[in-house]
């Protein structure tokens, strides 16, 4: 299938769930934004780009797929994906721990469980990035980034899904869970489009 036609209909299950994506209640620290979906995925997309901000520093930044095929994929097991990528710069001796890919797979699943965002056939990666200067760099601490890139099929594709998102580029990023109790409000973003 094709790229979409601009005179194609959304579906209405398409645009309740964009709807969805644009109202969740995303962490206080994430600012995000729509961008341009890819095309050539599925027939129909929505995106968000994402970054995590503390006392005016990005720590952690990603982006948030929604795609939709109607027809349904096998592979999707459904008609809905959610594709998302995730990066945060860590401390190089955390980047040094042979567990941290699988911590890292534990947050997204944690992050999703956490917020009743069921879902079914999770694929993914944990990527964690170590560089150290040499020579006229030799002073350089170096640094390090976890990168995580997923895919899930979501139960329901609401706004539950967006939210846990967000709190995966938080936890990335260091910092803590919210507190028990506390309800973040849904985030301002710009570039929406109505």
């Known amino acids: ?13 398409f645009v309740a769930a964009v ?17 341009p979906p890819p095309r050539r995925i599925a027939p ?12 005016d520093d990005e720590v952690g930044t990603g982006r948030f797929v929604l795609l939709h095929d109607p027809a349904g994929q096998d592979a999707w097991e459904g008609t809905f994906r959610c594709v998302t990528f995730a990066r945060a710069e ?10 941290l890919p699988s911590v890292g797979w534990s947050w997204l699943v944690d992050a999703l469980a956490g917020y009743g965002a069921e879902h ?11 560089s150290e200067g ?27 899904h967006a939210a846990a998102w967000s709190d ?8 803590p869970p919210l507190q028990p109790g506390v309800i973040p409000f849904p985030s301002r973003r710009g570039g929406q489009r109505g």
């Open 134 to 160: 040499f020579g006229d760099l030799d002073d350089d601490t170096g640094s390090a980034q976890v990168e995580l890139r997923a895919s899930w099929t979501p139960v329901v594709p609401d706004g539950q």
């Open 90 to 99: 860590i401390d190089p001796e955390m980047a040094a721990d042979p567990v």
């Open 168 to 175: 995966l580029l938080c936890t990335l990023a260091g910092l």
């Open 19 to 35: 709807e969805a994506m644009r109202h969740a209640s995303l962490r206080p620290e994430v600012g995000a934004d729509e961008l």
């Open 120 to 130: 079914a056939v999770a694929s993914g990666s944990v990527t964690v990035v170590r």
């Open 1 to 13: 299938m094709g790229a979409r036609e601009p005179i194609d209909r959304e579906p209405a299950a």
């Open 44 to 55: 129909y997309a929505y995106a968000m780009t994402g970054d995590v901000t503390v006392d």
